[in-house]
């Protein structure tokens, strides 16, 4: 299994340029969540999702927007960049059957530049 | 809604030095613990989990965390660091059942010199 998978690693947007932050698993979790982290703020939830077709907001859901089409991908789209998205972003995933502890496996992340 | 505060943002010990690291938390539920770490340039790793049953848990690299309900604590802790422990360090709950909601702490960065 290569877990949860993310591309781009790097990227650099010019504000107001559109972009999708790729997330994939392929260990059929129920769960998927977009989380951002930036200097001691630890990581914040953006969106997540608890199954195909179904998505809800997380803390910081402002400027994102994703989308469940399939069990393994979990797309998070920027439609305008601002440098207050200059972050970096984890994709999570979790199964259902790992209740009640829950735990969430992290892709490597994607280090996102705002200019 | 839960909260976590870490109230050591940065950690400095020499080799072989013992750690602690401080998490508290709050919620008036039942709640998963969690203790991430990150090494410099690599995704969050879990280290151990409490979710039930003995307080006092064991992870990986000789790591264990125990939770003090009545303090609404799950400090880590390890006996001896090694200079390959420098890494951040992430406390994170989630409420028992809702495996979306994961809080996180700020982190610790922790430095171990040689």
């Known amino acids: 299994n290569a877990g949860v998978t993310q591309t781009p690693k790097f990227q650099v947007l010019k504000t107001g340029q559109s972009m999708t932050l790729q997330c994939a698993q392929d260990?059929?979790?129920?769960?998927m969540s977009w989380y951002r982290q930036d200097p001691g703020m630890g990581l914040r939830l953006i969106h997540y999702?608890?199954?195909?077709?179904?998505?809800d907001q997380g803390e910081v859901p402002n400027g994102y927007n994703v989308s469940r089409s399939t069990t393994e991908d979990f797309p998070l789209r920027l439609l305008s960049a601002a440098p207050s998205q200059t972050s970096v972003y984890f994709c999570?995933?979790?199964?259902?059957?790992?209740?009640?502890?829950?735990?969430?496996?992290f892709g490597p992340g994607t280090r996102l530049t705002v200019l | 809604a839960q909260s976590v505060s870490q109230h050591n943002h940065h950690v400095i010990l020499s080799e072989a030095a013992s750690l602690e690291l401080g998490c508290n938390y709050s919620?008036?539920?039942?709640?998963?613990l969690f203790w991430y770490v990150q090494y410099p340039g690599q995704h969050l790793q879990l280290l151990l989990k409490?979710?039930?049953?003995?307080?006092l848990v064991k992870g990986i690299k000789g790591f264990e965390a125990e939770f003090i309900k009545s303090k609404f604590s799950f400090n880590l802790r390890k006996p001896s660091v090694q200079w390959s422990d420098t890494a951040e360090y992430f406390c994170?709950?989630?409420?028992?059942?809702?495996?979306?909601?994961?809080?996180f702490g700020s982190g610790t960065q922790l430095t171990v010199l040689p």
């Open positions: 999570a995933s979790s199964s259902r059957q790992e209740a009640p502890t829950d735990t969430q496996y």
């Open positions: 260990m059929n979790h129920e769960y």
């Open positions: 999702s608890v199954g195909a077709g179904i998505t």
């Open positions: 919620y008036g539920g039942t709640v998963n």
């Open positions: 409490y979710f039930s049953g003995d307080p």
């Open positions: 994170a709950v989630n409420a028992r059942g809702s495996a979306r909601q994961l809080t």
